[in-house]
């Protein structure tokens, strides 16, 4: 069984970053999938970033263009590197995997294609 477990998090000032780092442990070759949410107080999990089958990205229209989703293979970790940071950036970052079974890529971002999650690591941006 895989296991997720988000580090990074922090407060920063609006305009700043921060890379959020997701190791994995377990047998790497059962993800198929990962991908990055998001989850504010009283908003529903949304999604931020994913990989999908082929090693291309896709991201969430708020953050394309300043977030930047990457993995270690060698070091089974995944990251985002998220820059010009905004206060609406403000949640609970959560990295999910999908181990096995294949997602759709105009579902990679939806969090009930992800059967595996970690604890999350809060973000917090204040203006």
């Known amino acids: 069984q895989v296991q997720l477990v988000e580090s990074g998090g922090g407060s920063v000032q609006a305009g700043g970053s921060l890379r959020l780092a997701c190791a994995t442990s377990g047998d790497p070759y059962s993800i198929y999938f990962m991908a990055w949410f998001r989850q504010a107080p009283g908003k529903e999990r949304e999604g931020v970033a994913a990989?999908?089958?082929?090693?291309?990205?896709s991201y969430a229209e708020a953050v394309a263009g300043r977030f930047a989703i990457s993995q270690d293979n060698a070091m089974n970790t995944l990251y985002l590197q998220m820059n010009s940071l905004k206060p609406e950036d403000t949640a609970m970052y959560y990295c999910a995997a999908r181990q096995p079974g294949e997602i759709q890529r105009r579902l990679l971002l939806s969090p009930l294609e992800y059967n595996t999650w970690g604890q999350g690591t809060q973000v917090t941006v204040s203006s």
């Open positions: 990989f999908d089958s082929d090693g291309t990205t």
